[in-house]
């Protein structure tokens, strides 16, 4: 077990940068997510940690070591990847053991952690199967015991959940969590689904075009994006983000609907902006959480419902712009009624139109 | 009711006309070969008869005993040939094999600058038709003084053979996911390691095919072959056929006998190494 620290770290493909100087620094023992959309350099950033990729500037350091130089089979990590990369000629048996197997490690030895880690995931009873025999949850739970048997300093996961049904993913989600509260090895983990990052992760790095844009808890992420991008990425449904001015100390949408400035935020007259709230926090009313002290009201025609169980996806048109609102305890919605909507300002952001950037940090 | 009838009907006239269609196209394929094996167990007259003889009369070893037999008797050094083939046949084989599989891998793998351009022409190598190399290969190798030596007929094979198994073995390491070695390396293994542990065993049918198809050209090959060898140093079992011509006559049942001699070994390869083949490649370990 070890920490991990990224320092400066570049990566180019010839004249093309794939990923801008990176700074990381994972605690020992931490589960840490890197998400963003495809492209972002998330996968980049993870080879480049297990050694798959030439790191073209800065240093990698795991532990005490900086590995930058080391290749992969001399960073003590292990590797989950999204296709699993089982070795199809060998049994389930022969998958976990390989790397034992290649440390020249005793026979005994071997069987004995093959045997926990098999337990460990309740493979015990496939162990001489091949991976071709085997389902896709099966695979990815050996894919996971391979990585486990060795006790390395770093786990890394590959979008390994990719490959999986819904129903399935959730298991395993459930299933990796647990695996890290048993052997608490620190755990670096790439997705592109911000549901895995905000359910796994003790710390979220969100990533975008080969950069950082934020790290955090997933509460803070969630709570205090730092721009409208991670705004959008972070949470389902997406914060809804309507066009605004400043008007008069006031928030002043395209229609001309008038909103007070949420607490504690401010900006100059005519300032451009995005007033950003989430679904959860625009309600009709009736069907809401009790307001609070800091509501604004708005009528809103709603054009489509998404029933969900426990509550209803109202999908509506506010100030010219698609909004997505939540219903509490839900009753049947007509398309095309329109309703009165609460909205919790002192939850609300404010983004700027240009950069993005949120006005609370 | 009745449309259902008549639907089962022409299914099962199709299904019959596939397979009259199929046992022609079978027996165009293997009436040759077994007219060859038949001929061998068969005198000459038999086989020289107008009109020809489709039922044999007599079948016996006389060409078999001959062909061992001394010189004299219609006796050919069989031994000398089959030793010379195999060697040739397998040495060419193993060094086409060894040389496909890094050019294989390399081209599967790594980016290499003008790759494709290299690999047409690794291509159009096999356009030029072997036999019109014979000249200047004669030529080059009487220079060389190579004539004559399995050296100079392993020489050509392997030249033969290169870009066969470099197009079908790189074909292969392309079906096997980069990360399987990839998996391998942070498993502790060196590169040439997970060369060795995972990706030639994940490989290795589409290997031992090709391996398959360079031995058969190499054993079967007879224009180069008949220009390339002179006497028994280096001779294969296709130029010894042409000992069963002399200036007025053709051994046609002694022919047939070493053709069959020829055919035997090929065959057995074949169906050894097919098994493998079948009992080859689940791809599981990766999602497709």
Partial sequence: ??????????????????????????????????????????????????????????????????????????????????????????TVRENLGFSLHIARRSKADIERAVADAADILSLTPLLDRKPGQLSGGQRQRVAMGRAIVRHPDVFLFDEPLSNLDAKLRTQMRVEIKRLHQKVGTTIIYVTHDQIEAMTLADRIVIMRDGHIVQIGTPLEVFERPV???????????????????????????????????????????GRALHFGVRADNIMPE???????????????????TEPLGTETLLFGTLAGT???????????????????????????????AATGASLRV | ?????????????LRA??????????????????????????????????????????????NYRAMFGGIGE???????????????????????????????????????????????????????????????????????????????????Y?????????????????????????????????????????????ARAGIASAGIFAFLTSWNEYALASQLTRSLNSKTMPVGLMDFTSQFTLNWGGMCALAVLMILPALVLTFLVQKHLIAGLTFGGVKG
């Avoid at chain 1, 590995?67 to 000629?89: C, E, G, K, T, W």
């Avoid at chain 1, 991008?229 to 309507?242: D, H, Q, Y």
């Avoid at chain 2, 009745?2 to 099962?12: A, E, F, K, N, V």
């Fill in chain 1, 1 to 90: 077990m070890a920490e991990v620290v990224l320092r400066d770290v570049v990566k180019n493909y010839g004249a093309l940068p794939v990923v801008h100087s990176i700074n990381l620094d994972i605690a020992h023992g931490e589960f840490v997510v890197l998400v963003g959309p495809s492209g972002c350099g998330k996968s980049t950033t993870l080879r480049m940690i297990a050694g798959l990729e030439d790191i073209s500037g800065g240093t990698v350091r795991i532990g005490d070591r900086v590995v930058n130089d080391l290749p992969p089979r001399d960073r003590n990590i292990s590797m989950v990847f999204q296709n699993y990369a089982l070795y199809p000629h060998m």
């Fill in chain 1, 227 to 269: 721009n409208a991008f991670v705004a959008t990425f972070i949470g389902s449904p997406p914060m809804n983000l309507l066009p605004a001015t400043v008007t008069g100390g006031a928030l002043r949408l395209a229609d001309g609907t008038t909103l007070p400035l949420p607490p504690g935020l401010s900006a100059r007259d």
């Fill in chain 1, 286 to 304: 009736g069907h809401a959480m009790p307001p609070t002290s800091h509501m604004a009201y708005a009528d809103m025609p709603v054009t489509l």
């Fill in chain 1, 322 to 352: 698609e909004v997505q609102a939540k219903m509490l305890n839900p009753r049947p919605v007509r398309a095309g009624e329109v309703l009165r909507f609460g909205i919790a300002l002192d939850k609300c952001h404010l983004f700027d």
């Fill in chain 2, 1 to 13: 009711m009745d449309q259902g009838r008549s639907h089962r009907i022409r299914r099962r006239l």
């Fill in chain 2, 17 to 62: 006309g596939h397979f009259i269609g199929l046992f022609l196209a079978m027996a165009a394929i293997c009436l040759p070969g077994l007219w060859v094996v038949l001929n061998s167990f068969r005198p000459t007259v038999e086989i020289m008869a107008k009109p020809p003889v489709w039922i044999p009369t007599e079948l016996n070893l006389d």
């Fill in chain 2, 74 to 156: 219609g006796g050919v050094p069989v031994l000398t040939y089959f030793r010379n083939s195999l060697v040739i046949s397998l040495t060419s084989t193993v060094i086409a094999l060894l040389v496909g599989m890094a050019g294989g891998y390399a081209f599967a793998r790594y980016r290499i600058p003008g790759k494709s351009a290299i690999f047409v022409g690794l291509m159009v190598t096999r356009a030029v038709p072997g036999v019109a190399l014979s000249l200047p290969l004669f030529i080059l190798y009487g220079r060389l003084g190579i004539i004559d030596t399995h050296f100079g007929m392993i020489l050509v």
């Fill in chain 2, 158 to 202: 392997v030249a033969l053979n290169v870009p066969f198994t470099i197009w079908l073995i790189d074909g292969f390491f392309r079906q096997v996911p980069k990360e399987l070695a990839e998996a391998a390396e942070i498993d502790g293994c060196t590169r040439w390691q997970a060369f060795w542990k995972v990706e030639f065993p994940v």
